[in-house]
């Protein structure tokens, strides 16, 4: 299979995205509740960037990026201000989302290296995210690490990690 790695820009892109997030967060994980349009709106969309992969037409997986505070990490840990005690500036992974299909394949890895390049090469220094708690082994071989103990999110448990960016090149 072929995927095109990029930013997300037109309107449809945005309208899969919502109904990814939907299937994947609503649905599966159940950290939302379902909506009638089966579209999940992420409340930082407007201050985001969204990074998918696209195969055959379709967007198959996405992730965003949000450098924006508040950060929904910071609602997941007992003392918020252990984020002043990293590297700045700080840039939020959210919504790492895969159509069911088309995991266990290489479109993971071609998410997070586009979107890890493009946050090294905007300056960023460390890498905020909420993983989910069940794939934390998976997060920590990425290199991010626990900040904090797991929290409930709905019927999800996420946990705060971190992960420190290389300089840019």
Same mark, same amino acid.
């Given at each position: 299979?072929?995927?095109?790695?990029?930013?997300?820009?037109?309107?449809?892109?945005?309208?899969?995205?919502?109904?990814?997030?939907?299937?994947?967060?609503?649905?599966?994980?159940?950290?939302?509740?379902?909506?009638?349009?089966?579209?999940?709106?992420?409340?930082?969309?407007?201050?985001?960037?969204?990074?998918?992969?696209?195969?055959?037409?379709?967007?198959?997986?996405?992730?965003?990026?949000?450098?924006?505070?508040? &950060?929904?990490?910071?609602?997941?840990?007992?003392?918020?201000?252990?984020?002043d005690t990293l590297a700045g500036?700080?840039?939020?992974?959210?919504?790492?989302?895969?159509?069911?299909?088309?995991?266990?394949?290489?479109?993971?890895?071609?998410?997070?290296?586009?979107?890890?390049?493009?946050?090294?090469?905007?300056? &960023?220094?460390?890498?905020?995210?909420?993983?989910?708690t069940t794939r934390q082994a998976?997060?920590?071989?990425?290199?991010?690490?626990?900040?904090?103990?797991?929290?409930?999110?709905?019927?999800?448990?996420?946990?705060?990690?971190?992960?420190?960016?290389?300089?840019?090149?």
């Open positions: 299979m072929q995927y095109l790695f990029k930013v997300a820009e037109t309107p449809d892109e945005y309208d899969q995205i919502r109904r990814l997030n939907h299937r994947v967060f609503a649905e599966e994980v159940r950290q939302h509740e379902p909506t009638a349009d089966g579209r999940l709106i992420d409340s930082r969309e407007a201050v985001s960037r969204f990074f998918i992969a696209v195969c055959e037409g379709r967007v198959a997986g996405m992730v965003c990026t949000c450098a924006q505070r508040p &950060f929904s990490v910071e609602k997941r840990l007992a003392d918020p201000s252990i984020l500036p700080l840039l939020e992974a959210r919504l790492l989302a895969i159509e069911p299909a088309y995991r266990k394949r290489m479109l993971f890895l071609g998410l997070l290296e586009l979107m890890v390049a493009t946050a090294i090469s905007d300056g &960023f220094a460390t890498l905020l995210i909420s993983g989910i998976m997060y920590q071989r990425m290199g991010f690490q626990p900040l904090g103990p797991p929290t409930v999110s709905g019927a999800a448990e996420f946990t705060p990690m971190a992960m420190a960016l290389p300089l840019p090149r």
